[in-house]
């Protein structure tokens, strides 16, 4: 038989299938392979095998993720450099990412017009409020296997807990001194919801980001949307686009068809991980 791992308790495993739902330990050899929540795995008494996986994610403990809920708000104020971190982990992955405006009730149309222009050729964007309960556009964007990113306190768990209708995400207060939140979440389980499930992941905020340590900086603007219809107007193709002159990317930033702060994230990037190479 085959199913779903829904949910990792130590060495016991949730499995929802066809014929139920059966807790389950691995067999020896598994146990040192590792078994992650989203796995599609072959069972009997035991788990027998784990099938193979599109993606995987170490932070959050995660496999065959189709779509990242990257949660932000205008309290606390945003970290654009991690939110096109984790966009840029979600393409490297093959993971839809989906922006998502919390707290719409305080945002306001000036700071959402912003992010809009910032994102609008990236990815989706969704406006919406779990305060006062107007999340059913972001319902409908739950297909598949999802979970929810997000710098701390921008209201990941109140965002599950009004999709769910119960109280699965436990809710962090805002340290009102420090301007964050304090992480609530360690476990992973999925949730069904309609045709799709969502992963309980409100106190991960950084994804993996330290995977991003395998790009090579050459790599990276090709996992930028917004970059691709004019990197063929550069003149080298070994171009990093950081240098005046025959480069299409700075061109376009320069005439702002390309924002200029995820512009200047993207220098971030590829210079961080020029560092850590040497």
Known sequence: MTGLVIKKNADLFTIESRDGIFNLKPRGTLKKEGIFV??????????????????????????????????????????????????LCCFVKGIEPIIVVNKEDIAGNEFIQFVEKIYKNVAKIIVCSAKDGNIENLKKEINGICAFAGQSAVGKSSLINAILGEGVARIGELSQRIDRGKQTTRMVSLFKVSEGYIADTAGFSSLEVGMLVELEPREVARYYPDFLPYLEKCKYRSCLHKIVGDCGIIKNVQNGKISEIRYKNYLKIIDSLATKKR
């Open 38 to 87: 989203g796995d599609i795995v072959e069972f009997d008494q035991t788990i027998e095998s784990v099938l193979k996986r599109k993606n995987c994610l170490i932070r959050p403990p995660m496999a065959n993720l189709d779509r990242i809920f990257i949660v932000l708000s205008s309290l606390p104020s945003p970290d654009f450099l991690l939110v096109d971190k984790m966009i």
